[in-house]
């Protein structure tokens, strides 16, 4: 049976962003109590109404969403539309100019907004040719890092496969990894990406502490294709059981391509909110 000492560790740890406390028998258990979406998943309903979209998506119980354009609608008009539907977007995926040439804005953007993260998605094709093109990266990245950190902001990147693809015997997200300043960057860890890889997204959480303040929940079947959250073959339980150690704040569901894409975050959003771990 649970003792007080033990009862009151685990009431203290409730303050972990997402996540909340369950007692069963001897052991404490957590669950999911504020999860995301990335509206990547419903752009096509994105493209015709960003509101009727939100509402929808808030409807479906999600708290949090991570925005991937906004669809021709000012930062104003994507506040008051967060606003009306009881839903804050911790998270933004922004193209590199943003970070290059674009900053001023991007500033203003994510403080009407209330982002905190502002998150490359991805690596232009034709800039990592090779480990040197990573290296060169991971420089810009504390770059960007630190006039975020300046901003009131934090710099984070998400990840795909290609980046687990070895060049001379090294994975290029190792060298990002490793040649970033934690203070300075963030990661979000594609849970799907990393797994199609062949990586483990369990040693990365420890080897690297502290270092995935994000994750985009996907799965994945045994034959690599990606489905609703649930439907696959991730251990998400053993994973967010990690999640302290590897400084998650986040846990945002996406699916690439879904058939219905509203069906899909609804099966999602059940399974992770039924989710002990």
């Known amino acids: 049976m649970i003792d007080r000492r033990e009862f009151v ?4 740890a409730v303050g972990l962003t ?5 007692l069963s028998g001897c052991r404490a258990s957590r669950r999911l109590d504020r999860i995301g979406v990335q509206l990547y998943t419903v752009r096509s309903a994105m493209q015709e109404s960003v509101e ?17 354009g906004y669809f021709d609608r000012t930062p104003q008009q994507i506040r008051a539309a967060l606003d009306q539907n009881g839903l804050s977007a911790p998270a933004a995926h922004l193209p590199l100019e943003s970070f290059e040439n674009n900053w001023d804005a991007t500033v203003a953007a994510a403080a009407t907004v209330g982002h905190h993260y502002v998150i490359l998605p991805a690596l232009p094709t034709a800039d990592r040719a090779n480990l040197d093109a990573y290296r060169s990266f991971a420089e810009r990245f504390n770059r960007f890092g630190e006039r975020a950190k300046a901003a ?13 693809a070895r060049q001379d015997g090294q994975a290029p997200y190792d060298i990002l990894l490793e040649q970033t300043d934690p203070a300075l960057v963030a990661f979000e860890m594609d849970l799907f990406w990393i797994t199609k890889a062949g990586g483990d997204p369990s040693a990365y959480f420890r080897s690297h502490p502290g270092r995935f303040h994000l994750v985009h929940v996907k799965d994945m079947t045994a034959d690599g294709s990606m489905v609703d959250v649930g439907a696959g073959k991730i251990d998400f339980a053993a994973l967010f059981a990690l999640g302290e150690q590897a400084g998650i704040r986040h846990f945002i569901v996406e ?20 989710l002990s771990y």
Not at 18 to 22: E, P, Q, S
Not at 153 to 163: P, T
């Open 9 to 12: 560790t685990a009431m203290g």
């Open 18 to 22: 997402g996540t909340g406390w369950l």
């Open 52 to 68: 009727r979209t939100l509402e929808r998506v808030a409807a479906t119980g999600y708290k949090e969403v991570e925005f991937a």
């Open 152 to 164: 009131g902001l934090a710099f984070g990147y998400h990840n795909h496969d290609f980046e687990f």
């Open 255 to 274: 699916h690439d391509n879904p058939g219905d894409p509203f069906a899909s975050i609804a099966v999602s959003y059940r399974y992770l909110r039924a």
